[in-house]
């Protein structure tokens, strides 16, 4: 199974002790890993490989790298379920949304929804968690905002529909907030 790890924090810091950490995971989540950060000037930085964390050279650097800092990360190692163990089915996903980029990692497996049906964000990869991606990215395009607690209830009525197709956790960001959605039936747990 998938695993995530996602960080916010209320001013820049580096990631060092928790990726440390979290990029052990891949010794059983074997398939890829990423992270992503959100730097000043709100643009997303991203770097990933379809192989073990644990295995990875770059993955050992990043923890000493003092320029990767953040109010915001999300990472993830990846056992494929859905997919073939490929770059473009490496999370984190990402999109530009309303002039911000949003980005999603997720565990779990979706494999009862379909790929969305018209609507401007389409898939690019194979997984079904890109699907839910385009799913969720198109209903946030239909929001007068994306922000505050009308979009914030929607958000969690929007989710709670979707994770009827299967099991999900998911971490996903805009910038501004981190939002972390645990699976409706406890599936592999969230904390």
Not at 63 to 68: A, C, H, K, Q
Not at 90 to 118: D, E, Q, S, V
Not at 151 to 160: H, I, Q, S, V, Y
Request: aromatic share 10%; charged share 20%; with cysteine.
């Amino acid at each position: 199974m998938c695993e995530l790890l996602g960080l916010s924090f209320n001013k820049a810091v580096e990631a060092d002790i928790s990726f440390t950490v979290f990029r052990t995971r891949g010794r059983t989540n074997r398939d890829g890993w990423g992270i992503a950060w959100f730097c000043d000037d709100g643009e997303l930085r991203l770097i990933k490989e379809p192989i073990p964390a644990h295995r990875s050279d770059l993955a050992e650097q990043i923890p000493r790298l003092s320029t990767i800092r953040s109010k915001i990360f999300i990472a993830h190692v990846r056992m494929a379920s859905h997919g073939s163990v490929h770059y473009m089915n490496t999370h984190r996903f990402y999109r530009r949304l309303n002039g911000k980029t949003w980005a999603l990692a997720h565990n779990g497996t979706m494999g009862m929804l379909g790929a969305p049906k018209g609507g401007e964000y389409v898939p690019i990869g194979e997984t079904d968690f890109e699907k839910l991606f385009c799913h969720l990215l198109n209903w946030i395009k239909e929001q007068p905002q994306a922000h505050g607690r009308e979009f914030n209830l929607g958000l969690a009525a929007t989710l709670k529909s979707m994770n009827k197709h299967g099991s999900m956790n998911q971490s996903f960001s805009n910038v501004e907030r981190l939002y972390a959605y645990r699976d409706g039936s406890g599936y592999n747990g969230l904390y």
